[in-house]
């Protein structure tokens, strides 16, 4: 494991600029043009820049991991999180902030770590930083609409049955639902439309490089799910189902 240190986003001058690298190895172009998150997401660094963290080596003198969350309010069991995951969390913790109100859990953006790192443990590293930052700041549990990636290799396989997949030793078949299990967290349950992405049939081209000559479901690489094309009227559809996963967060 390299010599890592945590640093928050307040404390480095242009912390989005030393990180994004990371972003931008991690996602398929699509998932860069999601309209809810867009709009939101500098609220992460604008507002809420004592949330956001990355781990830095000393030794390559770069950023190995990167995680962002945000506060959030919410006083209903956590079995009754929204459908609308990852979008409706963030919107809602702007619109919250807008009001005044105090937040008293902390709801997880991503988790990014470096490829060549992948397999080196950081991600769970990264998790118990999430949670100390949690504890940091008052609050608890800390929640996640976790994106299990492995999920985009079977996108014809429903969401419910891919949570059901389990190895020889009863663990999730899922890379990172794996880690939030190891760490201790819990599903609760899915959200289906967590993020989505809807744009013309041309933009759809331009980001995949494919072609649809005809409406219906298509695989792209990368998706968790099909995105769906609709000829008629130019239009195509990603909708991400998420999966909401809780840790519980002890007092500082």
Known sequence: MPNLIRIMADQEPD???KTVHLINSAFPEFAFHGAVINKYWRNLYDRFADYQFGLFDTASNEYLALGNSFPLFWNRPL???????????LVS???QNDHGTRPNLLCAFQIITSPNMRGAGLSYKAVEIM????????L???IAPVRPNGKSEHPRTSM???LAWKRNDGLPFDDWLRVHIRLGGR???ICQRSFVVENSIAKWREWTGMEFPASGDYL???????VTIKLESDHGAYVEPNVWTVHEVGKP
């Open 79 to 89: 079995e009754e999180l929204p459908d609308g995951g990852i979008e409706w969390a």
């Open 160 to 162: 419910e049955e891919y």
């Open 93 to 95: 913790s702007v619109e």
């Open 15 to 17: 912390f989005h600029q």
């Open 187 to 189: 599903f609760v349950r």
């Open 140 to 142: 608890g549990p800390l």
């Open 131 to 138: 949670i100390d930052v949690a504890r940091e700041h008052g």
């Open 220 to 226: 792209v690489p990368g998706a968790l799910v099909p």
